[in-house]
């Protein structure tokens, strides 16, 4: 069965500060891998996602994750946090055996200081 | 190209009504799930459904919730005899392949 741990369900960082929010998964088969974010009252946006090809994949608004083997991880990354990245941010795994339904973490809440 | 739609954003029904959910998918969507998300918590997958068949409803309470996706038209999530315990954010998704995309959701409080 595929499941997924965010490590902290707020990380608080200062704007210009560097963004690290944590996941790891677990998947019998090669995963498919998603960051999802939520704006209060919005639905989810997809940020980026892993697919087999390349293991560093860039998304939209600069953030980017490594997929990790080794350490089952899918880390997400953004350089410099901006006020406007404060958000509600899932990451996500699925394969191929149920029609690619994914797995969702509960979801780690970035808040960003000014 | 519109993404996936959703309506109403926000229903409010009273305890034993029934409440319907629209979802319209991407253009060229097949495939629809639905998901239930409460406060503080992750989202919980529902059901998953191509035109005209229900292929996994695993997530589905066994009673009171139904859903489809007709020929024509949007997919409906239904919910019958509303409790409060059922006041969640119900969000569609719409995929091709193996990426799924999100509506904005439909807000359901029941009083």
């Known amino acids: 069965a595929q499941s997924v741990t965010q490590l902290g369900s707020h990380v608080s960082v200062s704007e210009g500060a560097l963004v690290l929010l944590r996941c790891n998964y677990s998947?019998?088969?090669?995963?498919?891998l998603f960051w999802y974010v939520q704006y209060p009252n919005q639905g989810l946006q997809l940020l980026l996602k892993?697919?087999?090809?390349?293991?560093l994949v860039k998304g939209i608004n600069g953030f980017e994750a490594e997929f990790k083997k080794s350490e089952t991880s899918f880390h997400l990354t953004k350089p410099s946090a901006h006020m406007s990245d404060a958000a509600e941010y899932f990451c996500?795994?699925?394969?191929?055996?149920?029609?690619?339904?994914?797995?969702f973490g509960r979801g780690t809440s970035l808040i960003v200081h000014p | 190209n519109a993404g996936v739609m959703q309506n109403p954003r926000h229903l409010v029904r009273r305890r034993g009504q029934e409440a319907r959910l629209r979802c319209s998918p991407m253009?060229?969507?097949?495939?629809v799930y639905w998901y239930r998300q409460l406060p503080e918590e992750g989202l919980k997958f529902m059901v998953y459904l191509q035109k005209e068949n229900i292929i996994d409803e695993s997530g589905m309470p066994k009673e009171r919730f139904s859903a489809e996706f007709p020929k024509e038209g949007p997919s409906i999530l239904r919910i019958q005899q509303v409790v409060r315990g059922d006041s969640a954010a119900y969000f569609c998704a719409s995929s091709l392949e193996n990426t799924q995309y999100f509506g904005p959701g439909t807000r359901l409080t029941v009083l």
């Open positions: 996500a795994v699925s394969d191929d055996r149920r029609g690619y339904i994914p797995t």
């Open positions: 253009k060229g969507h097949s495939h």
């Open positions: 998947s019998s088969v090669p995963p498919y």
């Open positions: 892993y697919t087999s090809a390349a293991t």
